[in-house]
Structure formats: structure tokens, C-alpha cells
């Protein structure tokens, strides 16, 4: 029995590491290939043209000013709202398009630039963001 | 940056090493994985009453150096190396030590970029660093924060102490989930290791290849999501268990309690396992004594929480409990559950024959009736997660596809130290008593 349980053991073993290995080969080199960049060239890399084009856009808003990122549902908006916190003291808002309109909100928030919606075709991480528009 | 981020584990290691001395004295890794919950809740409960996130709340666990350090009678060498030690314990040794090596290789290799871990819980975390309390005005609105405001904090608050401690960083505060692994197949280890050595060895090896902490996009070890952290907490509360079913021992009791609180803490799917033991405590007729203090533990820790839940924002995602009354015509979907579920316990990628494997041995080996009442716990757990699935609003095959790999985590590290216990029999089992 105690032969079995070994033999069963190994098994898995083989098993896990037939998958394992490649990966944890790819990240050891991944590890040694980034560990000497600096943070943002390594998080260019990680989220790609999207946080490179956002980060050069958000940045050239100005302090005073806030800023409106529609993409509804909300479920999708997990990424954009990381960028809350990067370009303080300006705010970065997520709602859904149907409050875009809601002239009581957007004034109260202070938003004068509403950065992209999903009508306009944008999907994170595919194609780069349509040109920002300023809400009247 | 690097002292303060050695301080703030040092810190973690002092909390732990005190809990060592005065209450659990056979088991640091559990001491290790209690005081972490207790720091998380700690930092809440100070927040909580309006105190601004600074130098000395992070650092509390300070004050506890001299309780810790001053005159431990313990011998740690005594509980980490077999009692007959033999040539291939070098070599399985040295072989944990490489899969550690490269898994913490592959958990730093980029920062945090999966979508909950740095949309809801790093997101959190970063609010409550550069507002210094979670009770900001920004915490409350709606359209301020992810779509999860009554996700609990523990994570958030560990992250955010780490990252208040060293730097905003997205990749640095991933060594909280190198520690908390490492607590992970530190406890396991312990657990088993005077029992068995060859036992001890091979569990963590196990353990620490299961593809699945590796290859998944939600919830392996490199994506900070809470998946691996509650396991540990689970972890802890089987270990209590462990010693509280043949003993009775009130402290061991109040261990779990405590331990099921910080799962709850850490993730909503707490209360299900919280649920679950309670019901195999009165399955075992246990007393009624032990209920009330098992049930003290596990809700009184979590009472501020509740009640600062109950001022956030609540989104229609969270309302999977609101949907009991339409049930009935939703049970037409457990085939599919239990499909899907099937499915992914005999998904080679994720798990290799790791399920498959546990289920033989529990089935062709005689368990002890303390492994069949955590084996309860764990499949009162899994049942409860599958129901959550009946009451969904998203495309239930689409949702268990993405999240029921998650929720086997969270019971895997138990699941595997009971197969190994279940094999070689538990007896004399390690005290976690002082």
C-alpha cells in the first residue's frame, strides 16, 4: 500500500511539474531580465499602450481640474479605477454614460474632460483610446 | 525603503514569536498566521475610532519585542527537523527550498496587474495610505471606488500598512503574499513533521507545486487576490480543530473562532466556512459552552466591520443573499453546477490529479472521526460556495469558470495536511495548547 501511495505521489508530482516548470522557467528569466528597469518603464511593459497613453493624457490635465472616465457596466471598470490615486490632486470619476448628461453632477464633481466611452469601440488593451472630449 | 520593509516583517515575526511564548507554544507558523489576522483587525479597530494611519499604529507590534524576545524556553530546532533525521530529507529539503526560490522569482518577476488585485484590493489599499483611514470621504462615494465597497479589509489594510510603511509600489507590496505563502507551507510542515517527516516533506512539496498557484489568471500567487490569504486562515482553523475535537481544549477553541473571524475578515466566503464549522460543532454534539464561545470569537472580532458595512456603498453585485426567496425555480441549475464543478476538480492544468488523489485515499484509507469532522467542514464549505452559484445573476457555466478554481484554493493547503494526517494516522497529535 505504502508502494501505491508513492507510485500515486509521484504521479502528481510529475504532473504538477510537467506544467509548472516552463512557467516558473519563464518567470525566473522574466525576473532577471526587469529586476535592473526602472518602475515605470516596467509598468509600461505591464500594462501596455493603454496606461503609457492614459498616463500622458491624465498628466496633461490640468491640478484644478477633474476628469470623467465612462465605461459602463460597471463590472468593467475595475482598471480604471486604479488610476484614481496616480494623478492626485486631480480625480478621475467613473460613471455610466447615462449620468454624463447630469449637468447637477458633472459641475458638482468639477469634471471637464470625459476621457472615453465604450461606444466609441474602446476595449482595454486592444486598441488605443479615441481623443479625449472637453464637456461643454 | 529596504529597512522598513524588513522592520515591517520583523514586526509581523515579533507578534507571531509573542503568541509563540504565551499562548501556542508547539506551534509558531499558527502563532505566525494569528497574529497576522490580529494585526489586520488591530489597524481596523484603530482606524475605526478616527485614528489617522501613521509610524506607531503600523508599528505596534514594537511594544511586544521584550515579551517576545526575552527568555524563550521553546527549542525551535527541536519542531523543524524530523526526529530521525535521514539522507533524503536533505535532499526533499533542499528540493522545497529550490520550488520556494523560483516561486517567489515568479511572484516579483511584475508588479500587481490582474484585475481584482489591483482593482479592488490594492486599489483599497492605495485609498487608505494617502487618505490615512478608510473612513474618508472618498471610501463612501460610489463612484470613487471599485465595485466591491463591502469587500472586507484585512487585505487592504495589510497591503496598505506594508506600502505606508515602504513606498506606494506595485510590486514591492507583493512580498505580504511571499510571507503569507510561506506561512501557508510553514504550517503544514510543522503540523506534520513530528508525526512524520517523509510525511511533512512530501505534503509541502505537494502543495507547493498544484499548478494552480502558478498558472491561473485569477488567484495565484502572483496575482494578489485574497484567495490565498483566507486559505490560510482556514488552515489555522482546521489546526485548531485539529486539536480542539480529541481534546476539548478551550483555547484551541477560541483559536478557531478567531481564526474563522480573520477569514471572514479577509473575504466574504469566511462566513460560509464559519457557518460550516458551527454545524459540524453540533453535529458532534458538542457543548452548548463551547458553541457560545466559538461563536464569540468568530462574530465579536467582526462586529466593527459589520457595522461599518452597513454605512458603504452597496452595489447590485453583492446581493447574491437577497435572491433566497427565488431559489426554488433556480434549483433547476444544480446539474450544471455540479457539472462544472466536476469539471474542474479533474482539470489536469489546474490541479494535476491532486483532487482525484485525495479523494482515493479518503475513501480506501479508515479515517479517525476528528479528520471526517474537518473533512465535513471542508464539503459543508464547497457546498455552500456551489449554492452561491444558484443565485447569480451572471451566466452560471461563465462564473464557475472563472471563480470556483479560486474557491478550491481556499480550501486546498487543509485538504491536503488531512490526506496526509488521514494517511499516516494522527496520533499524538502536536498540542497547540500552551
Redesign the interface.
Given at each position: 500500500m505504502r508502494r501505491f501511495i508513492f507510485f500515486l505521489l509521484a504521479a502528481q508530482l510529475i504532473v504538477s511539474l510537467y506544467f509548472i516548470t516552463p512557467v516558473l522557467y519563464r518567470s525566473a528569466g522574466e525576473f532577471i531580465k526587469t529586476s535592473g528597469m526602472p518602475d515605470q518603464t516596467r509598468k509600461e511593459m505591464i500594462y501596455g499602450s493603454f496606461y503609457r497613453t492614459m498616463v500622458d493624457y491624465l498628466e496633461n490635465i490640468p491640478a484644478d481640474e477633474n476628469a470623467v472616465i465612462i465605461i459602463p457596466p460597471r463590472e468593467y471598470a475595475q482598471y480604471f479605477w486604479v488610476l484614481n490615486y496616480y494623478f492626485l490632486p486631480r480625480r478621475i470619476y467613473v460613471i455610466p454614460d447615462s449620468l454624463l448628461g447630469d449637468e447637477q453632477l458633472t459641475n458638482r464633481l468639477r469634471i471637464k474632460h470625459s476621457l472615453f466611452t465604450r461606444s466609441d469601440g474602446f476595449f482595454f488593451d486592444r486598441f488605443p483610446p479615441p481623443p479625449s472630449r472637453e464637456i461643454k | 525603503m529596504t529597512i522598513r520593509a524588513v522592520l515591517f516583517f520583523i514586526n509581523l515575526l515579533a507578534g507571531g514569536f509573542f503568541l509563540w511564548k504565551y499562548f501556542f507554544k508547539n506551534s509558531l507558523f499558527l502563532s505566525l498566521a494569528v497574529f497576522l489576522g490580529a494585526y489586520g483587525a488591530l489597524i481596523f479597530y484603530a482606524l475605526a475610532a478616527g485614528m489617522p494611519l501613521n509610524f506607531f499604529i503600523v508599528n505596534f507590534p514594537l511594544a511586544l519585542y521584550p515579551f517576545a524576545l526575552l527568555g524563550i524556553k521553546s527549542r525551535p530546532g527541536m519542531t523543524f527537523w524530523p526526529r530521525q533525521p535521514r539522507r533524503l530529507y536533505h535532499l526533499l529539503a533542499a528540493a522545497i527550498f529550490v520550488i520556494l526560490i523560483?516561486?517567489i522569482?515568479?511572484m516579483?518577476?511584475?508588479?500587481l496587474?490582474e484585475?481584482?488585485g489591483?482593482?479592488?484590493w490594492?486599489?483599497k489599499a492605495?485609498?487608505i495610505v494617502?487618505d490615512r483611514s478608510f473612513l474618508s470621504e472618498?471610501f463612501f462615494n460610489p463612484?470613487?471606488?471599485?465595485?466591491s465597497p463591502r469587500y472586507p479589509l484585512f487585505l487592504p489594510l495589510l497591503e496598505g500598512s506594508f506600502m505606508f510603511q515602504t513606498a506606494?509600489?506595485?510590486?514591492t507590496v507583493k512580498l505580504v503574499f511571499v510571507y503569507i505563502w510561506f506561512l501557508n507551507l510553514g504550517m503544514i510542515y510543522e503540523n506534520l513533521v513530528l508525526r512524520s517527516g517523509r510525511a511533512a516533506f512530501?505534503s509541502v512539496?505537494?502543495l507547493a507545486?498544484?499548478?494552480a498557484y502558478?498558472?491561473m489568471a485569477d488567484g495565484s500567487l502572483h496575482t494578489g487576490y485574497a484567495d490565498i490569504p483566507i486559505s490560510l486562515f482556514y488552515l489555522s482553523a482546521g489546526i485548531f480543530l485539529l486539536d480542539y475535537f480529541p481534546t476539548g481544549s478551550k483555547i484551541t477553541l477560541a483559536g478557531a473562532g478567531l481564526a474563522v473571524a480573520f477569514s471572514a475578515f479577509t473575504k466574504n466566503e469566511g462566513w460560509a466556512f464559519g457557518l460550516s464549522v458551527l454545524l459540524v460543532l453540533i453535529i458532534a454534539r458538542r457543548k452548548f459552552s463551547d458553541l457560545v464561545l466559538f461563536l464569540a470569537f468568530a462574530l465579536i472580532p467582526n462586529l466593527p466591520w459589520l457595522l461599518t458595512m452597513i454605512r458603504l456603498p452597496n452595489?447590485y453585485?453583492e446581493h447574491y443573499l437577497r435572491r433566497i426567496p427565488e431559489i426554488l425555480p433556480r434549483l433547476v441549475h444544480i446539474p450544471l453546477i455540479l457539472k462544472n464543478a466536476v469539471f474542474e476538480i479533474f482539470n489536469?492544468?489546474h490541479w494535476?490529479?491532486?483532487w482525484p488523489?485525495i479523494l482515493?485515499?479518503f475513501i480506501f484509507f479508515k479515517s479517525s472521526s476528528v479528520i471526517r469532522y474537518l473533512l465535513s467542514v471542508i464539503l459543508i464549505t464547497i457546498a455552500c460556495y456551489l449554492g452561491t452559484y444558484l443565485l447569480t445573476s451572471w451566466d452560471i457555466s461563465f462564473q464557475m469558470s472563472v471563480s470556483f478554481a479560486r474557491l478550491l484554493l481556499h480550501v486546498t493547503p487543509l485538504t491536503v495536511l488531512l490526506a496526509a494526517l488521514h494517511?499516516i494516522g494522527i496520533k499524538n497529535p502536536p498540542s497547540s495548547r500552551p
Amino acid at each position: 500500500m505504502r508502494r501505491f501511495i508513492f507510485f500515486l505521489l509521484a504521479a502528481q508530482l510529475i504532473v504538477s511539474l510537467y506544467f509548472i516548470t516552463p512557467v516558473l522557467y519563464r518567470s525566473a528569466g522574466e525576473f532577471i531580465k526587469t529586476s535592473g528597469m526602472p518602475d515605470q518603464t516596467r509598468k509600461e511593459m505591464i500594462y501596455g499602450s493603454f496606461y503609457r497613453t492614459m498616463v500622458d493624457y491624465l498628466e496633461n490635465i490640468p491640478a484644478d481640474e477633474n476628469a470623467v472616465i465612462i465605461i459602463p457596466p460597471r463590472e468593467y471598470a475595475q482598471y480604471f479605477w486604479v488610476l484614481n490615486y496616480y494623478f492626485l490632486p486631480r480625480r478621475i470619476y467613473v460613471i455610466p454614460d447615462s449620468l454624463l448628461g447630469d449637468e447637477q453632477l458633472t459641475n458638482r464633481l468639477r469634471i471637464k474632460h470625459s476621457l472615453f466611452t465604450r461606444s466609441d469601440g474602446f476595449f482595454f488593451d486592444r486598441f488605443p483610446p479615441p481623443p479625449s472630449r472637453e464637456i461643454k | 525603503m529596504t529597512i522598513r520593509a524588513v522592520l515591517f516583517f520583523i514586526n509581523l515575526l515579533a507578534g507571531g514569536f509573542f503568541l509563540w511564548k504565551y499562548f501556542f507554544k508547539n506551534s509558531l507558523f499558527l502563532s505566525l498566521a494569528v497574529f497576522l489576522g490580529a494585526y489586520g483587525a488591530l489597524i481596523f479597530y484603530a482606524l475605526a475610532a478616527g485614528m489617522p494611519l501613521n509610524f506607531f499604529i503600523v508599528n505596534f507590534p514594537l511594544a511586544l519585542y521584550p515579551f517576545a524576545l526575552l527568555g524563550i524556553k521553546s527549542r525551535p530546532g527541536m519542531t523543524f527537523w524530523p526526529r530521525q533525521p535521514r539522507r533524503l530529507y536533505h535532499l526533499l529539503a533542499a528540493a522545497i527550498f529550490v520550488i520556494l526560490i523560483l516561486g517567489i522569482l515568479h511572484m516579483m518577476k511584475a508588479p500587481l496587474f490582474e484585475r481584482d488585485g489591483l482593482g479592488i484590493w490594492l486599489t483599497k489599499a492605495k485609498m487608505i495610505v494617502l487618505d490615512r483611514s478608510f473612513l474618508s470621504e472618498d471610501f463612501f462615494n460610489p463612484w470613487r471606488i471599485q465595485d466591491s465597497p463591502r469587500y472586507p479589509l484585512f487585505l487592504p489594510l495589510l497591503e496598505g500598512s506594508f506600502m505606508f510603511q515602504t513606498a506606494v509600489n506595485e510590486l514591492t507590496v507583493k512580498l505580504v503574499f511571499v510571507y503569507i505563502w510561506f506561512l501557508n507551507l510553514g504550517m503544514i510542515y510543522e503540523n506534520l513533521v513530528l508525526r512524520s517527516g517523509r510525511a511533512a516533506f512530501f505534503s509541502v512539496i505537494a502543495l507547493a507545486v498544484v499548478p494552480a498557484y502558478y498558472l491561473m489568471a485569477d488567484g495565484s500567487l502572483h496575482t494578489g487576490y485574497a484567495d490565498i490569504p483566507i486559505s490560510l486562515f482556514y488552515l489555522s482553523a482546521g489546526i485548531f480543530l485539529l486539536d480542539y475535537f480529541p481534546t476539548g481544549s478551550k483555547i484551541t477553541l477560541a483559536g478557531a473562532g478567531l481564526a474563522v473571524a480573520f477569514s471572514a475578515f479577509t473575504k466574504n466566503e469566511g462566513w460560509a466556512f464559519g457557518l460550516s464549522v458551527l454545524l459540524v460543532l453540533i453535529i458532534a454534539r458538542r457543548k452548548f459552552s463551547d458553541l457560545v464561545l466559538f461563536l464569540a470569537f468568530a462574530l465579536i472580532p467582526n462586529l466593527p466591520w459589520l457595522l461599518t458595512m452597513i454605512r458603504l456603498p452597496n452595489l447590485y453585485q453583492e446581493h447574491y443573499l437577497r435572491r433566497i426567496p427565488e431559489i426554488l425555480p433556480r434549483l433547476v441549475h444544480i446539474p450544471l453546477i455540479l457539472k462544472n464543478a466536476v469539471f474542474e476538480i479533474f482539470n489536469i492544468r489546474h490541479w494535476g490529479i491532486l483532487w482525484p488523489l485525495i479523494l482515493a485515499f479518503f475513501i480506501f484509507f479508515k479515517s479517525s472521526s476528528v479528520i471526517r469532522y474537518l473533512l465535513s467542514v471542508i464539503l459543508i464549505t464547497i457546498a455552500c460556495y456551489l449554492g452561491t452559484y444558484l443565485l447569480t445573476s451572471w451566466d452560471i457555466s461563465f462564473q464557475m469558470s472563472v471563480s470556483f478554481a479560486r474557491l478550491l484554493l481556499h480550501v486546498t493547503p487543509l485538504t491536503v495536511l488531512l490526506a496526509a494526517l488521514h494517511i499516516i494516522g494522527i496520533k499524538n497529535p502536536p498540542s497547540s495548547r500552551p
